[in-house]
Nanobody, 117 residues
């Protein structure tokens, strides 16, 4: 099962983007046990965790995006989302979704986010 994030693009500072990551081949019974996360990687920097959503519904965010980004999921669609508002140039990078299930860890190809100042 390969994940493919989408929804990235070029946006002006202050703008918004919504990233999507479908994982429809993960069966529903497994889906509910997985931790959903978004990571990003800027040029010449390490990949960093942006947001995570646990099976119990609790989420956590890195400090720099708190209050601006929201991670969510649609169980019926088996899709993870990242709503990004009030984007800043430092939010730019390649965004990757990750679905970490008890028996397997799924990563996918990223989507590029560029924020112009």
């Amino acid at each position: 099962v390969q994940l493919q994030a989408s929804g990235g693009g070029l946006v002006q500072a202050g703008g918004s983007l919504r990233l999507s990551c479908p994982a429809r081949r993960i069966i529903l019974s497994v889906w509910g046990t997985c931790i959903m996360s978004w990571f990003r990687q800027a040029p010449e920097k390490e990949r960093e965790l942006v947001a995570a959503l646990r099976p119990d519904g609790n989420s956590n965010y890195r400090d720099s995006v708190q209050g601006r980004f929201t991670i969510s999921k649609d169980n019926a669609k088996r899709t993870v989302y990242l709503q990004m508002n009030s984007l800043k140039p430092e939010d730019a990078g390649v965004y990757y979704c990750n679905v970490k299930c008890p028996s397997r860890d799924y990563w996918g190809q990223g989507t590029q986010v560029t924020v112009s100042s």
